[in-house]
């Protein structure tokens, strides 16, 4: 059932024009102005420092397995 929605969803995305453009062409145009340019670039800054600072932490947390397993807390 999923499946037909999907190609359903997909046939007006690329096929169903909402004016004189389908909304995939609306996409593709929006997506070219400076504005979502620009957005992008933003994305991807902050992207790239999410992944160093999971790096760093994944590099911490691997030092710190060295010491021995984590802490469970409290026993029942």
Known sequence: M????LLALAYVFFFVPLGR???HEHTLRIAATDEAQ?????????SDR????LQEKLRETQ????AGPPDAGPQP
């Open 50 to 53: 999410i992944g160093d600072a």
């Open 63 to 66: 030092m710190a397995g060295d």
């Open 21 to 23: 453009r389908t909304l």
């Open 2 to 5: 999923s499946l037909v929605g």
């Open 38 to 46: 620009e957005l992008g670039e933003d994305v991807d800054v902050a």
